[in-house]
């Protein structure tokens, strides 16, 4: 009788530890980013993941220390629907559904906003806004129907405060920002949660990218003002304040709240450029409170 009660503890134990362990699908997994950064604090805790890159080889090597039980690496460009479909599909055939999803991936190009180059501005959209449609959409639901998820888009203070020559991926952040309070909204009832992430600079490769990022500006007007953000882009390279594995770590910390935020803002330079963003506006809104007042029908 005893041994059947310890057997039967012992079970449940592992039952209860089995159905602790989620599974994250995070894409934009390029070594030295965000991506890589979730996964790797998630492999901490002891969650298994499911990383994405358009180059997966770039992860073989890391991915080997984890064992094929924990990792699952995919190619994976978010612009291809049939390849998001696909991906979503081999993972929740791997691990049995996915728990939480990190919608990471995501660039900006250089230019202006009257004379970026139509390709520019499509790719700049497709990747920062359609790409995680598409994830979302085909991750929901298998959410929807376990009735719990996270769901973390990776945004940017770009994505609340514009930025110049890089205005094209402020505008598709900021269209990031209402989709996902949109689908907060949609999504709470089936238990599924929403967290907006909006770093500032940060640490990571991409800025590396930039030093060899041609400005193909097709209005010389704004050719100055487009090399000069480059330029600061390029000296920021490797100075940035923010620190990927603290910012994650925060994010991770916020999802755990027993209150969790809907958006949370990463890095001291971001912080106090949106609170700025935030008071600027809210005096505005309130200096001008009778005239907006003033377009009702009076009765």
């Known amino acids: 009788m005893y041994r059947y009660i310890d057997i039967y503890s012992d079970t449940q134990a592992v039952i209860a530890r089995e159905m602790s362990v989620r599974t994250w699908f995070i894409t934009g997994g390029t070594p030295g980013g965000f ?20 180059r997966p080889s770039e992860l073989q090597k890391w991915a080997e220390q984890y064992g094929d039980d924990r990792v699952l690496v995919l190619q994976l460009d978010v612009t291809d629907a049939d ?54 959409r085909a991750v929901l639901p298998g959410m929807r ?30 269209a990031l920002e209402g989709l996902s309070e949109t689908l907060r909204h949609e999504v709470e009832p089936f238990g599924v949660r929403v967290l907006v992430v909006e770093p500032g600079a940060f640490r990571t490769k991409a800025y590396a990218g930039f030093q060899d990022e041609p400005v193909d500006e097709t209005v010389d007007a704004y050719v100055p003002m487009v090399e000069a953000v480059k330029a600061a882009f ?18 991770i910390t916020a999802m755990n709240a027993p209150v969790p935020p809907q958006r949370i803002v990463l890095g001291n330079s971001g912080y106090d450029t949106v609170v700025a963003m935030h008071e600027n506006a809210l005096t505005e809104l309130r200096e001008n409170e009778k005239l907006s007042r003033s377009a009702d029908f009076q009765y």
């Open 83 to 136: 390849q998001v479909r696909a991906a979503v599909r081999t993972a929740e055939e791997r691990f049995g559904g996915i728990d939480v999803l990190v919608n990471n991936a995501g660039r900006g190009w250089f230019g202006s906003l009257e004379g970026a180059r139509d390709d520019v501005i499509r790719r700049t959209f497709d990747l920062n806004l359609f790409g995680v449609v598409e994830v979302v």
């Open 35 to 54: 991506g890589l950064t979730y996964a790797e604090a998630a492999l901490e805790q002891g969650d298994r993941v499911v990383v994405t890159a358009r």
């Open 234 to 251: 390029v000296d920021q390279n490797g100075k940035q304040a923010g620190d990927p594995v603290r910012g994650v770590q925060a994010t």
């Open 145 to 174: 129907a376990r009735g719990n998820g996270w769901i973390v888009n990776m945004s940017s203070v770009a994505g609340l405060v514009g930025a110049p020559g890089f205005g094209y991926y402020a505008a598709a952040k900021f």
